[in-house]
Structures are given as structure tokens and as C-alpha cells.
């Protein structure tokens, strides 16, 4: 089936230690999202990529970098891990930037940071 | 400015009893609404969209939801709930202006009593 995977589903580093999660799509979606999602909150978006183009939100602290090297894969590095960053990170995936085509979420991965 | 507001943060109710999620929206036009579910440990999956068509919403696993503009709601209901419908739900506005960002409500923790 086509889908949004991520990998890994768990992940574990030290704090300061850098750290990559994975993101693949085979919907063939033109926009690809990272959330974080803290416990019991909402997710809240970090950047999308449209095709190539990278768009940041304000709020996205530096320590949080992306890349997008093709349509199928979207990474998310975090360079130096606070324990604040410890959430699940959640990747979606829109066909586009239209108002009724909904987002498509992986299944996260939750990061602990020792 | 879009957002909106999920009246209820718990909802409990018994197996094979009806169950309704509360939403309220704030939109200064024709809003894009979506209601996700999010189970433990899993990302979100979609329920079912309004974007203008028809103000009753038909969605997967027997929920559907209505869009009543008098009242700037989009509730959620479903006529006998199931104990696997146990999960987290997000009633979610699409910020427009050509960026198709999600606002979140803060969410409503379903519970299901045997």
C-alpha cells in the first residue's frame, strides 16, 4: 500500500549527540511536513518542503535542519539535542498546497534524549 | 485569524453508546475543516474533510461530522461507539493564503468503558 513510513520508530541519543530521523513516501506527494508533537499536545509544524523549496516556520529553533535530497525521502536533523527536544516526530505528506487535499501522516518516531 | 476550539479535553463513554466530539471554528471565510484521529504511538490518521460541499460529512468507521455555520461548529459524532474507537482526536482548520498549514485543536481523549 502506498504510504508515509518512518524510520526509526524509536531513537535514542545523548544529549548534544546529532541525530538524523528518516521520512519516505511512495504517494508520490509533492509536499512533505515535520511536526513535532510533545505529550499531550497538539503537533505543531517545524517546515515543509514543496517540491525543492524549504519553508521554515518562525518559531523552528536552528538546531532543527532538513533536507529533502529527492520526492521520496525527507530527513530531519536535529545538530545538538536538548531534553526539551525529546516528542514524537510525526512526517506527512500533502499531494500539493491545495486546501482540500489532505495531509498524510507517517507513524512518528519518539526520540529520548539521555 | 482561523483556529479552533475543542470544548471537551476527555470524553468517556460506555461501548455501544453514542459519542460526540465537540468543535468550535473561527474563520473570516468558507473554513477547510478535517477531523484526525491519533491512536498511542501512532501518527494521525484522517477521518473525514469538510471543504464546502455538503455541510453533513461522512467519514471512515462510522463517524461523520456537520458543518453548521450558524453556529461555527464541527462536531463529531458516532451513533455506537467501539471500543477500538479509544484514541486521540484533533479537530484541525486549513490555514489558507496559499499555504496549506494545519491549526490543531488541543485535542480530545476518547475513552470507552466496557
Known amino acids: 500500500d502506498a504510504m508515509v513510513i518512518q524510520n526509526p520508530r524509536y531513537q535514542v541519543t545523548q544529549f548534544g549527540k546529532p541525530v538524523t530521523l528518516s521520512c519516505s513516501q511512495t504517494l508520490n506527494h509533492n509536499v512533505m511536513y515535520w511536526y513535532q508533537q510533545k505529550s499531550s499536545q497538539a503537533p505543531k509544524l517545524l517546515f515543509h518542503?514543496?517540491?525543492?523549496?524549504?519553508?521554515n516556520e518562525a518559531d523552528t529553533p536552528d538546531n532543527f535542519q532538513s533536507r529533502r535530497p529527492n520526492t521520496s525521502f525527507c530527513f530531519l536533523d536535529i545538530r545538538s539535542p536538548g531534553l526539551g527536544d525529546a516528542a514524537m516526530y510525526l512526517c506527512a505528506t500533502s499531494r500539493d498546497l491545495a486546501g482540500n487535499q489532505p495531509q498524510h501522516f507517517g507513524d512518528g518516531t519518539r526520540l529520548s534524549i539521555l | 485569524a482561523q483556529s479552533v476550539t475543542q470544548l471537551d479535553s476527555h470524553v468517556s463513554v460506555s461501548e455501544g453508546t453514542p459519542v460526540l466530539l465537540r468543535c468550535n471554528y473561527s474563520?473570516?471565510?468558507?473554513?477547510?475543516l478535517f477531523w484526525y484521529v491519533q491512536h498511542p504511538n501512532k501518527g494521525l490518521q484522517l477521518l473525514l474533510k469538510y471543504t464546502s460541499a455538503a455541510t453533513l460529512v461522512k467519514g471512515i468507521n462510522g463517524f461523520e461530522a456537520e458543518f453548521k455555520k450558524s453556529e461555527t461548529s464541527f462536531h463529531l459524532t458516532k451513533p455506537s461507539a467501539h471500543m477500538s474507537d479509544a484514541a486521540e482526536y484533533f479537530c484541525?482548520?486549513?490555514?489558507?493564503?496559499?499555504?496549506?498549514?494545519?491549526?490543531f485543536g488541543q485535542g480530545t481523549r476518547l475513552t470507552i468503558n466496557p
Open positions: 518542503y514543496y517540491d525543492k523549496d524549504f519553508n
Open positions: 484541525v482548520v486549513l490555514l489558507g493564503g496559499g499555504a496549506q498549514k494545519l491549526v
Open positions: 474563520s473570516s471565510y468558507s473554513p477547510s
